[in-house]
């Protein structure tokens, strides 16, 4: 089976980067897999995909070094299973709030005896290479995201649950769930608390510490010590390259200004 150079990288203690695909066109993430992102996420909860678009984006992705993966639309064993037999190397699972449902995400991700997931690799098996079997429940990461109050509370249990490769910060939840404004960022000593606490329980047990970002903060997120940072997104890099264009041609003026030459 193919190698998932993400789990190794984080093995090594080496920082990872992503870009988040939210829209449902394959071209373009054929065109993104070549840029040399470490992963590409497939959106299936907040992004327009479906999962015959799913689908569709992970065969985009086959020549691609960017390990493909999927946020799913939620802790639910029936999608994850599809997506990994789709060809994913690795689930994000939203809302992962104590422990019993970290552990309904991990079985969801392992066949047996780590694990309940069913087997039917209908893509995965053939796109990833010989050895998918017996492979999988090594190189398949299984990313539960936290963005809650409850999972701070559970924080130290959930971190404890076998078979947790990383845990992956919605940064805009966790605010609203801390009763702050949604965002990539936040000042506010409760946010800031939050970061502190995960990096600190992921660093304590080698599991990788993921978040969700933007260019401008992506940087200071490595800096913290997170190890899988998603950077941006295939929307927000066609609207900024776009953005960008427009302004060089008008000298720098507004880009929603119009000019007529």
């Known amino acids: 089976m193919r ?3 993400l789990k190794t990288a984080w093995k090594a203690g080496q ?3 992503g870009l988040w695909l939210s829209t449902t066109d394959p071209v373009g993430a054929e065109q993104l897999g070549g840029v040399g992102y470490d992963y590409l996420n497939v959106d299936l909860q907040h992004g327009l995909i479906d999962y015959t678009g799913a689908v569709s984006l992970l065969q985009a992705m086959a020549r691609s070094e960017s390990i493909p993966l999927c946020r799913v639309p ?5 999608i994850i299973g599809k997506v990994l037999d789709a060809g994913a190397m690795g689930v994000i699972i ?5 422990v019993a449902e970290a552990e309904q995400a991990v079985r969801a991700c392992r066949y047996a005896p780590a694990g309940a997931r069913s087997f039917g690799p209908a893509r995965a098996g053939g796109a990833l290479g010989p050895g998918y079997y017996p492979d999988a429940n090594t190189q398949i990461a299984c990313i539960p995201m936290i963005e809650t109050v409850e999972a701070l509370q559970n924080l130290d249990a959930i971190l404890d649950v076998p078979g947790i490769d ?3 910060v919605g940064p805009a939840d966790l605010s609203i769930s801390l009763g702050l404004a949604p965002g990539v960022d936040n000042d506010h000593q409760s946010f800031v608390d939050a970061i502190d606490a995960i990096l600190a329980g ?5 599991i990788a510490a993921g978040i969700h970002s933007s260019p401008d903060v992506a940087g200071k997120r490595v800096e913290q010590g997170f190890k899988m940072v998603t950077v941006t997104s295939d929307l927000t890099a066609l609207a900024s390259g776009a953005i960008s264009a427009l302004k060089g041609v008008r000298g720098g003026g507004s880009a929603g200004e119009k000019r007529v030459y």
């Open 94 to 98: 939203p809302m992962v709030n104590n």
């Open 202 to 206: 992921t660093a304590k047990r080698g």
């Open 166 to 168: 990383a845990v992956y």
């Open 3 to 5: 190698e998932n150079t």
């Open 74 to 78: 939620w802790n639910e064993p029936g």
């Open 15 to 17: 920082a990872t980067l």
